[in-house]
């Protein structure tokens, strides 16, 4: 059994707009089911700890999968995700994996959380996966290798693509775009259609493109921790 640390955003302010955001709970649901039913333990962080935001959309009866529908059944997991652990207090050495879920929380928060950085730069040194799916891939902004260069610097790499974020109206109030900023890092980045399924592993870091390919991501990294 391996211990895997999921990372939440704790931020639920959509930019300017007076809209709700947070984490997309497909992009939670679907992996914590595919690392829990492998026999995993997982253990639930977020820069603020308790309760992170849902993003409302995710929620939406449209937007529903069979791990969302079992997430809603399950008290248990229901009481773990409102008992995140502040992301100060993780000890980085109790965990063989990291994952992040997206929706546009993390953009804001977990891109510049210091805890956040320091954890991935940890973990990719300590030769850990590191995974994050749609616009989690934002958590590398600011990361870094040892000798000072990008982490995902000729890194395969992929994530919410400029074209879902103009189909979804939010190329103006995001921060940054995903691909963009992947690509200005010096990664090498590559989508398919958007919508479609699509996620990327390359040495350490798993990446997944948006939230249909939450499923993948969570396969690749049961592959990487049973190599």
């Known amino acids: 059994m391996k211990n895997i640390l999921f990372v939440l955003t704790s931020h639920e302010d959509l930019g300017d707009t007076k809209q709700k955001t947070g984490f997309w709970i497909e992009e939670f649901a679907n992996p914590y089911y595919i690392v829990r039913d492998a026999g995993h333990s997982i253990t639930l962080a977020s820069p603020k700890g308790g309760l992170p935001p849902i993003d409302p959309k995710s929620d939406a009866p449209d937007q529903q999968t069979p791990a969302t529908v079992r997430f809603k059944k399950d008290k248990q997991a229901q009481k773990e995700l409102s008992e995140t652990i502040p992301l100060s207090k993780i000890n980085g050495e109790a965990f063989d994996a990291v994952f992040y879920p997206g929706g546009h929380g993390p953009l804001w928060d977990l891109t510049e959380n210091y805890d956040s950085i320091t954890l991935i730069e940890s973990f990719y040194r300590e030769e850990k996966p590191v995974s994050a799916v749609c616009h989690a891939p934002a958590i590398f902004k600011h990361t870094k290798k040892e000798d000072g260069t990008p982490l995902v610097k ?34 090498i980045y590559s989508k398919k259609e958007d919508w479609q399924p699509y996620a990327i592993a390359d040495g350490l870091l798993i990446t997944g493109q948006n939230p249909a390919s939450s499923e993948k991501v969570a396969q690749l990294l049961l592959e990487k921790l049973e190599a």
């Open 154 to 187: 000729d890194k395969k790499v992929t994530g919410f693509s400029n074209s879902e974020e103009a189909a979804v109206a939010l190329t103006d109030v995001v921060p940054f775009l995903v691909e963009d900023m992947l690509k200005n890092r010096g990664s």
